[in-house]
């Protein structure tokens, strides 16, 4: 929770309105076997994870012309009965202006979502209808080398930044390659601050090694430089080597990791760590193991810092799992 909590301060999310979104038939739910509608939604829901897609869910009780505007692609899966005439026209609208919409348990139809029984597990007959659909629908969805469903990514707008997250839902490791949408575009923060943000990234793939049931994470500044990421092996971007764990750990600057004076380490799991750093970059000197106490940094001990010729290595005492690394290039105690 500590190192999750100070990931998370580094981080200002924002909010971005998906192209896809799922739409589940509450209007069907008090109908004799009403309860296979939230059954269908629930795999729905896990089959659009599964395609590393961002999404929305809404009900078709409340689904109007301004929701729809600019979604791609709308899922209805499950549907037993009739749904609302209002809804039906909201439907038909939003398809006449070109969105793809999908809905299965019409017309006495069987919907593929009913049968199956685990709404936990991913149907591959059913991913690949969904992803013909978002491809017909023409949205972005982060593709994996391996395609495994349990590779679950996402994209996360920031005020300072784009981050993509990643998650191994699996009892295995895994190593994947991550191949990147464009993630240019101008954002609207919101109503209240009416400002406009246009984030690039460079990068077109990212390739990591998690753990079992671990998370992963890179996170990408204004002009395209990494200052965060999130591991439990290798992680490369378009080939080159970013941070290097023995196991899960996570690293932040306040702008490049590659440049920064000083760079927060929080080795969850590992006891080396290892992060590129550019020819100009300062020359980190200390590596302090510590903690916050009353406000106020407290060293515990220190940790061992080595330098190679575009990396740093970091090692601490296996007993120090989990405490905080704070490598910096000189003694001032300003975070």
Same mark, same amino acid.
């Given at each position: 929770?500590?190192?999750?909590?100070?990931?998370? #301060?580094?981080?200002?999310?924002?909010? &971005?309105?998906?192209?896809?979104?799922?739409?589940?038939?509450?209007?069907? &739910?008090?109908?004799?076997?009403?309860?296979?509608?939230?059954?269908?939604?629930?795999?729905?829901?896990?089959?659009?994870?599964?395609?590393?897609?961002?999404?929305?869910?809404?009900?078709?009780?409340?689904?109007?012309?301004?929701?729809?505007?600019?979604?791609?692609?709308?899922?209805?899966?499950?549907?037993?009965?009739?749904?609302?005439?209002?809804?039906?026209?909201?439907?038909?609208?939003?398809?006449?202006?070109?969105?793809?919409?999908?809905?299965?348990?019409?017309?006495?139809?069987? @919907?593929?979502?009913?049968?199956?029984?685990?709404?936990?597990?991913?149907?591959?007959?059913?991913?690949?209808?969904?992803?013909?659909?978002?491809?017909?629908?023409?949205?972005?969805?982060?593709?994996?080398?391996?395609?495994?469903?349990?590779?679950?990514?996402? #994209?996360?707008?920031?005020?300072?930044?784009?981050?993509?997250?990643?998650?191994?839902?699996?009892?295995?490791?895994?190593?994947?390659?991550?191949?990147?949408?464009?993630?240019?575009?101008?954002?609207?923060?919101?109503?209240?601050?009416?400002?406009?943000?246009?984030?690039?990234?460079?990068?077109?793939?990212?390739?990591?090694?998690?753990?079992?049931?671990?998370?992963?994470?890179?996170?990408?500044?204004?002009?395209?430089?990494?200052?965060?990421?999130?591991?439990?092996?290798?992680?490369?971007?378009?080939?080159?080597?970013?941070?290097?764990?023995?196991?899960?750990? @996570?690293?932040?600057? !306040?702008?490049?990791?590659?440049? @920064?004076?000083?760079?927060?380490?929080?080795?969850?799991?590992?006891?080396?760590?290892?992060? &590129?750093?550019?020819?100009?970059?300062?020359?980190?000197?200390?590596? !302090?193991?510590?903690?916050? #106490?009353?406000?106020?940094?407290?060293?515990?001990?220190?940790?061992?810092?080595?330098?190679?010729?575009?990396?740093? @290595?970091?090692?601490?005492?296996?007993?120090? #799992?989990?405490?905080?690394?704070?490598?910096?290039?000189?003694?001032?105690?300003?975070?």
């Amino acid at each position: 929770y500590r190192a999750s909590a100070l990931i998370l #301060r580094s981080l200002k999310p924002v909010w &971005r309105k998906p192209e896809v979104l799922l739409v589940v038939p509450d209007s069907n &739910r008090m109908l004799p076997n009403g309860a296979k509608v939230w059954h269908a939604a629930l795999v729905a829901a896990q089959t659009l994870a599964s395609l590393r897609v961002d999404f929305a869910v809404a009900s078709d009780l409340k689904l109007s012309d301004g929701l729809l505007k600019d979604v791609k692609a709308v899922f209805l899966p499950g549907v037993i009965g009739d749904i609302p005439t209002e809804t039906e026209a909201t439907l038909r609208r939003f398809a006449e202006r070109g969105g793809i919409i999908y809905r299965s348990g019409v017309s006495g139809e069987v @919907a593929m979502e009913w049968d199956i029984p685990d709404v936990s597990e991913v149907d591959e007959a059913l991913r690949e209808r969904y992803r013909q659909i978002l491809e017909k629908a023409k949205v972005a969805t982060i593709r994996t080398d391996p395609d495994l469903p349990t590779i679950h990514a996402f #994209r996360i707008p920031l005020q300072n930044g784009t981050a993509f997250v990643f998650v191994n839902a699996s009892d295995e490791p895994v190593t994947f390659t991550a191949f990147l949408p464009n993630a240019s575009y101008a954002h609207h923060a919101s109503q209240i601050t009416h400002y406009e943000l246009r984030i690039t990234h460079p990068a077109s793939r990212i390739t990591m090694t998690l753990g079992a049931w671990q998370p992963g994470m890179v996170v990408f500044g204004e002009q395209g430089r990494i200052f965060l990421v999130e591991g439990s092996g290798q992680i490369l971007v378009d080939g080159e080597l970013v941070a290097k764990g023995d196991g899960h750990f @996570a690293a932040f600057a !306040e702008n490049d990791l590659g440049e @920064a004076k000083q760079i927060w380490l929080l080795p969850t799991e590992a006891i080396t760590v290892i992060l &590129r750093r550019a020819k100009s970059a300062p020359k980190l000197k200390i590596a !302090e193991v510590g903690e916050w #106490r009353c406000g106020e940094w407290s060293v515990l001990t220190q940790a061992s810092l080595f330098h190679h010729a575009d990396t740093i @290595a970091i090692k601490i005492a296996d007993d120090l #799992r989990g405490e905080v690394v704070w490598v910096k290039w000189d003694d001032e105690r300003k975070f």
